[in-house]
């Protein structure tokens, strides 16, 4: 079908592909209502599975099952459908097909399961079966953008931590965005500095990924760079970053965190700040939360 014959020129890669770390031994495709719908247009579950078996078989540093040879990361790969739709794309215009799909690839030795997300949209034609046709295709083109994503993950986990840094100023926002990821599971300390850089990076989703991962790091270095995200935020957001400033601690934090427990007009700030520094003192027995010390 048109599904998996989209999916072989993506084969020609192995040719020329170095070798191989990593395998999905097996594919299965989660039952939903979008995945429903997918069927109901023809395009099957076992359609889908192969097709996605075929996409992380074609991809340079992955081997199909049974033929991966010395040190194999293993995976068991469950596909998603979160979306499958066609909508009218405007007055005048015709349908679209919207497809969103998330990959996850569990690792057979336990370790955290690792997932991708993948969203495409194709035109719907006039033709018999046309909406089956840019189902397939929307579908396929998701499921190659989820698995681009792991490529690019599981490369950037090969990186020594100086190349991440790099990474981090990458024109490409999924490069960016894996290497924010490496490095706080590296618990690269050394990184918070440029880590704190990408607080202001104009993807709203990679510098939330960067709060979270100098909230991992615990380093006093991003301190700065985290008050700074409380201006012109909504309370709960400040008094999320008063939890994580608590977590991290030192004397930026605490000093911060006392006037936030004083001053802001929020009480819901007030009390996450006034917990942040209970929770301090409690790490540090013999220190002592007062104003006049953190001045």
Known sequence: MRLAGAVLALLALTACRGRSSYSVERMAV?????????????????????????????????????????????????????????????????????????????????????????????????????????????????????????????SAERKRSPELVKDLSSPEARVRDHAVRVLAERGERDAVPALAAVLRDPDPE???????????????????????????????????????????GGPDARAWLLTMASGHPDEVVRGAAREALAEMSARAPHARVNADGAR
Do not use: C, W
Not at 58 to 76: D, I, S, V, W
Not at 127 to 151: K, N, Q, W
């Open 30 to 154: 989660a039952p939903s209502d979008a995945t429903e719908r997918l069927e109901s247009a023809g395009v099957t579950r076992g359609a889908l599975a192969q097709a996605a078996t075929r996409l992380f078989d074609a991809t340079p540093g992955f081997a199909p099952a049974g033929e991966a040879r010395g040190k194999t990361r293993r995976f068991l790969g469950r596909l998603h459908v979160l979306r499958a739709e066609a909508l009218s794309a405007g007055l005048g215009t015709g349908a679209v097909a919207h497809v969103v799909v998330t990959v996850d690839l569990a690792p057979v030795d336990g370790e955290p399961v690792l997932r991708e997300i993948g969203r495409a949209a194709e035109p719907v034609g006039s033709e018999p079966g046309a909406l089956r046709t840019a189902l397939e295709r929307a579908a396929t083109a998701a499921m190659e953008r989820a698995v681009g994503a792991f490529s690019m993950q599981l």
């Open 206 to 248: 990679i510098a939330e990924r960067a709060v979270g991962a100098l909230a991992q790091l615990r380093d006093p270095r991003g301190v700065p760079a985290l008050i700074d995200l409380a201006h012109h935020r909504d309370a709960p957001y400040v008094a999320n970053l008063a939890r994580i400033l608590g977590d991290i």
